[in-house]
T-cell receptor, first 112, second 115 residues
Framework: EDQVTQSPEALRLQEGESSSLNCSYTVSGLRGLFWYRQDPGKGPEFLFTLYSAGEEKEKERLKATLTKKESFLHITAPKPEDSATYLCAVQNYGGSQGNLIFGKGTKLSVKP | ETGVTQTPRHLVMGMTNKKSLKCEQHLGHNAMYWYKQSAKKPLELMFVYNFKEQTENNSVPSRFSPECPNSSHLFLHLHTLQPEDSALYLC??????????????FGEGSRLTVL
């Protein structure tokens, strides 16, 4: 069964304190792994797609990496505005279109 | 208007009411989706429409009825809901192409409370 597990559930950082969020996945055939950011009361905002092991993508203070079993979202020198819930999702080749398997998310709080 | 817009943003209804959620996408995408987000649970796919045709119904109870009149508009008709149906309902769209993984672009959601 396809599954996505994110850890930790919640993470508190001081401004400037770098850290990483983990997304472990099991999927029959990975078509893509996605990272989203979700602010309270809003819909998820697309951040990255990763397709194959070894791939990396960056956007401002965020860097996403992918291995055959997990993905990391590295946050370098975070700011309070980075506070949000970060969601990881996978799509497999055998699954129907748009049927992303989501994790429960990691809630990040960055204190000034 | 840009992106994916959903109305209403908040809805409170009784168990015997009938209401509808509306979604409109301005991205020129060819697929639209309804997702449900409940507290402490991952997002769950409910329905998929590709070129206005429903291609997925993820075992959703019949009290939820989708409608897609064209590739830009999507509705979710609600009737005789239960309190456990209270959740954030998210609409999304994507551009699907063979061999690719289509990124989903979400609206801000409709927060539904069933009394």
């Amino acid at each position: 069964e396809d599954q996505v597990t994110q850890s930790p559930e919640a993470l508190r950082l001081q401004e400037g304190e770098s850290s990483s969020l983990n997304c472990s996945y099991t999927v029959s055939g990975l078509r893509g792994l996605f990272w989203y950011r979700q602010d309270p009361g809003k819909g998820p905002e697309f951040l990255f797609t990763l397709y194959s092991a070894g791939e990396e993508k960056e956007k401002e203070r965020l860097k996403a990496t992918l291995t055959k079993k997990e993905s990391f979202l590295h946050i370098t020198a975070p700011k309070p505005e980075d506070s949000a819930t970060y969601l990881c999702a996978v799509q497999n080749y055998g699954g129907s279109q748009g049927n992303l398997i989501f994790g429960k998310g990691t809630k990040l709080s960055v204190k000034p | 208007e840009t992106g994916v817009t959903q109305t209403p943003r908040h809805l409170v209804m009784g168990m015997t009411n009938k209401k509808s959620l509306k979604c409109e996408q301005h991205l020129g995408h060819n697929a639209m989706y309804w997702y449900k987000q409940s507290a402490k649970k991952p997002l769950e796919l409910m329905f998929v429409y590709n070129f206005k045709e429903q291609t997925e119904n993820n075992s959703v109870p019949s009290r939820f009825s989708p409608e897609c009149p064209n590739s830009s508009h999507l509705f979710l008709h609600l009737h005789t809901l239960q309190p456990e149906d209270s959740a954030l309902y998210l609409c999304a769209s994507s551009q699907e192409w063979a061999g690719g993984a289509g990124e989903l672009f979400f609206g801000e959601g409709s927060r539904l409370t069933v009394l």
